[in-house]
């Protein structure tokens, strides 16, 4: 509304030029016989310029800047360039605005009152462009480095994949022998019950022979079972044990750069003690070069 309101002042403005030419300082022409002498309403700039505030005010941009450049067309005043800009700027055209800003301020016989508004919204208006345009851009900031890894690296990598995968098979079928095992040891038990509980030798010796065969399978089924577990575990452990020591070794190598250059030893002393020289003192000095 203010915005709006700033225009109307404009307006009348340049009405007041155009119309009382002793109090501006731009005199308006004086109305052609011609016009004056024809019947029809003459366009005049007085007219053109209140039909385009009405325009303006209705919200009907495009039409209001038409009729403010038809009235600078006919009476060619500074005031109609600051109305047109504000129109624009009013409309969001920011560039019209700050070109029809620009052209009004370096227009002879402004007043400086008006040269200062306008120098104003040229600040603003153009610090806002400049904004708009920063934002616009891509943002292209710097690109990550990518660290690929040496073809050792990738061998390692390759050697533990596989280390992991032969490790969790052999401990999956280690783990499935050993339930089978212990089955089957399950069955020799139930077995060497029934035995016990048979009433002739006959049946009893047939259904022990019977359990001690299952319990020979059992026990195989868990020694294998067992064995393949502990080897799946070991791969494991290998796998595992070779990345730690690879990170001790760098350490070591690390510490070894850093201390490269100090040493710190031991040295027996022997030196005379007392007057006579006829005693001796022994002892230890720590010797270092940093």
């Not at 409309?91 to 370096?106: I, P, S």
């Not at 393949?228 to 575990?233: E, I, S």
């Amino acid at each position: 509304m203010h915005c709006r309101s700033h225009l109307v002042v404009s307006t009348f403005v340049a009405l007041t030029i155009a119309v009382a030419p002793a109090r501006g300082a731009i005199a308006a022409p004086a109305p052609s016989t011609s016009a004056a002498a024809t019947t029809e309403t003459p366009e005049t700039p007085e007219t053109l310029s209140a039909e385009a505030v009405s325009a303006f005010k209705a919200g009907e941009f495009d039409k209001a800047i038409d009729l403010f450049q038809r009235a600078y067309t006919l009476d060619p005043q500074p005031n109609y360039l600051f109305n047109i800009g504000r129109v624009y700027e009013e409309k969001g055209d920011l560039d019209k605005a700050v070109a029809n800003y620009q052209e009004f301020v370096q227009q002879p016989g402004v007043d400086i009152e008006a040269r200062e508004a306008a120098t104003a919204r040229l600040k603003v208006l153009q610090q806002t462009l400049a904004q708009l345009r920063e934002d616009s851009e891509p943002k292209t900031g710097p690109k990550p480095q990518v660290v690929e890894p040496s073809p050792a690296d990738q061998a390692a990598a390759a050697r533990k994949r596989k280390l992991r995968i032969a490790g969790y098979s052999l401990l999956g079928v280690g783990g499935g022998v050993l339930v089978i095992g212990a089955v089957f040891g399950g069955l020799a038990v139930g077995k060497s019950n029934d035995a016990k509980d048979a009433a002739f030798v006959d049946e009893r010796l047939s259904l022990r022979q019977e359990a001690k065969g299952r319990a020979v399978v059992g026990d195989g089924l868990m020694l294998t079972g067992g064995v393949l577990a502990v080897v799946g575990l070991g791969l494991l452990l290998a796998g595992v044990i070779k990345v730690r020591g690879k990170s001790n070794a760098d350490k070591a190598s690390a510490n070894a750069r850093s201390n490269r250059g100090r040493s710190m030893t031991w040295q027996p002393v022997v030196a005379p003690g007392g007057a006579s020289n006829r005693s001796w003192n022994a002892g230890l000095s720590l010797a270092g070069s940093f």
